[in-house]
């Protein structure tokens, strides 16, 4: 089955820092969805992104298919950004398949 | 976010002792997963459905089973509860379809003893 691999696995940013998250996949998807998981468990959804480039305040993502891969960018840290950043992509057989996640911490 | 809403969400059990978590939905939505997680894993598939009464295993099905008698509705059962079933189960709901955007319940704790 398709692989989907999140780097980097952790991350400790100073308040206000800038950083990128990046996942790979190992074969043509359907779809591309990046989910913030809270501290608390809740799985909130940032982007649907098949293809191309969104943005949410300071929050983008780009997903460039045709190479495999999606960046998610966070710009101007804020603590409340803390939590696990999961990728998660659609092959067209309805399943929805995660990476392991990029945890992040920033420190106020 | 879809109306997605799991019962229990905390639950301790004994090892052999059977298991039903309930998923409920109020958008309407015609697909429905359950995932597992665990630590170092992220998310792992169990079971989804893509319709009432049509469902199919997904990457960890061993040792659970669903039903789907109804839309709203998709019930996720540990036929006899193991230790290693212990996790947080994630309940999720998908619009669209060939496209699907996932929703996420709040999620359920189980603890196997």
């Known amino acids: 089955g398709i692989q989907v691999e999140q780097s980097p696995p952790d991350l400790i940013l100073q308040e206000g820092a800038n950083s990128t998250l990046r996942c790979n996949f190992s074969d043509s998807v359907n779809n591309l969805q990046w989910f913030h998981q809270n501290p608390w468990g809740q799985l909130i959804n940032l982007f649907y992104?098949?293809?191309g480039t969104k943005q949410n305040g300071r929050l983008s993502a780009t997903t460039v298919a045709t190479e495999r891969y999606s960046l998610l960018y966070i710009s101007s840290s804020q603590t409340t950004d803390s939590g696990v950043y999961f990728c998660?992509?659609?092959?067209?057989?309805?399943?929805?398949?995660f990476g392991a996640g990029t945890r992040l911490f920033v420190k106020a | 976010d879809a109306g997605i809403t799991q019962s229990p969400r905390h639950k301790v059990t004994e090892t052999g002792t059977p298991v039903t978590l309930r998923c409920h939905q109020t958008e309407n939505h015609r697909y429905m997963y359950w995932y597992r997680q665990d630590p170092g894993h992220g998310l792992r598939l169990i079971h989804y459905?893509?319709?009432?009464?049509?469902?199919d295993k997904g990457e960890v099905s061993d040792g659970y089973s669903v039903s789907r008698s109804k839309t709203e509705d998709f019930l996720l059962t540990l036929e006899s509860a193991t230790s290693s079933q212990t996790s947080v189960y994630f309940c999720?709901?998908?619009?669209?379809?060939?496209?699907?955007?996932?929703?996420f319940g709040q999620g359920t704790r189980l603890t196997v003893v």
């Open positions: 998660a992509v659609d092959t067209g057989g309805f399943k929805t398949i």
């Open positions: 999720a709901t998908g619009s669209g379809t060939t496209n699907t955007e996932a929703f």
């Open positions: 992104i098949p293809s």
């Open positions: 459905s893509y319709g009432v009464k049509d469902t």
